[in-house]
Nanobody, 112 residues
Framework: QVQLVESGGGLVQPGGSLRLSCAAS????????MAWYRQAPGKERDLVAS????RNSASVRGRFVISRDSAKKTVNLQMNSLTPDDTAVYYC?????????WGKGTLVTVSS
């Protein structure tokens, strides 16, 4: 079984930055694409950024940067110039051993 655990969420003022991290554990033999999704209250879960080039959301382009360390089985999301519209629960997603896995999410709140 593969588990993903996110960390780094919290409350930040508009214009601030946060760095989310996701660590995978368990019996992992192959790692495919890694990604971050988010779900705002009352909305669907949407893709934010993926390690697959070209799949990043237009709304975060130039502000968010995704990075991965396959050896450490981690994926990070550096979020800059945050706005209240970025408030959401952020979920880590990873394809491991040919299957799709999700973390439980970490809440990011952007508010003054």
């Amino acid at each position: 079984q593969v588990q993903l655990v996110e960390s780094g969420g919290g409350l930040v003022q508009p214009g601030g930055s946060l760095r989310l991290s996701c660590a995978a554990s368990g019996s992992i033999f192959t790692i495919g694409p890694m990604a971050w999704y988010r779900q705002a209250p009352g909305k669907e879960r949407d893709l934010v950024a993926s390690t697959d080039a070209g799949r990043n959301s237009a709304s975060v382009r130039g502000r968010f940067v995704i990075s991965r360390d396959s050896a450490k089985k981690t994926v990070n999301l550096q979020m800059n110039s945050l706005t209240p519209d970025d408030t959401a629960v952020y979920y880590c997603n990873m394809v491991a051993n040919g299957r799709d896995y999700w973390g439980k999410g970490t809440l990011v709140t952007v508010s003054s």
